[in-house]
């Protein structure tokens, strides 16, 4: 459990040819680990991103797979921003199969210090651009015979974490947003899953870890009550995100996914 996945090693395949992915948060973290996983296995993935700079460097790491990737401009808080990356994705596919919503925020505060402009933007980002680019997305997965969605949650989608109520409650609702699909677009063959990851090594978490006096310190903190004694890696999100999205997870729908290094389970 000590050594970091490496996709490279292991053995892992899936077949995701002529399937077509949209994955907002694809420009960075878990959802540009999910879009080159998924690429590599063969899709034509969307990246959605709400800033045109990390759309434009995000692509760059993707060049090699082509034309099957591709950036769309959207701030997924918005749903008319929502519903318009959806109308784009149909006019250049004409079809979709899997939505993968990464988009996130993060901030770190007691309940004291968060005014309503902060609980709204992540809310609005978290929770509202989930509930609408599936909502935006359903007539197109409705046409496909592989759909599935996949939202990213949190541990803190599973219990309460500490200085993060708002993010807290923006991930508890995307678990159980996640299960009210399930049972309502189970007998239209559409799942719905989401993943509970615990603390990732992306950009979201190295941003909270510069504000720290002592990032050491810090680190160590964030670490110590890991049973696996580690952060996660990306690559370790993006590959039971491929599998919920594969037809090895045929008959898994209104799942949500502890991927956690064991936090979650004590
Ligand atoms: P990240 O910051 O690298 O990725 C988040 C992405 O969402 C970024 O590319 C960002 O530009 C994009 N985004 C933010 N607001 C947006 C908006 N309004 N419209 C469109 N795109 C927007 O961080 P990450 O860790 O990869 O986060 C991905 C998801 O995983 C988030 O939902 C996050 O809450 C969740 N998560 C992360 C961790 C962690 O420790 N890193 C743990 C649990 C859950």
Known sequence: MKQPFNPDASGLTFDFSNRIFLITGGTSGIGLAAASMALTAGASVCIVGSTRGKGATAMNQLKQFGEKACFFQADVSKPVQCEAVIKKVAKQFKTLDVVINSAGIFRSGFIDSITEPEFDRIMDTNLKGTFFICKYALPLLRNSRHAAIINISSDAGIHGNRQCPDYTASKGAITLLTKALALDLAHENIRVNCVCPGDIITPMLEEECVKQPDQKVYLKN???????????????VASVVCFLASDAASFVTGAAWPIDGGITAQ
Do not use: N
């Open 222 to 236: 964030l670490t110590d009550p890991y049973p696996a004694g580690r952060l996660g890696q990306p690559e370790e």
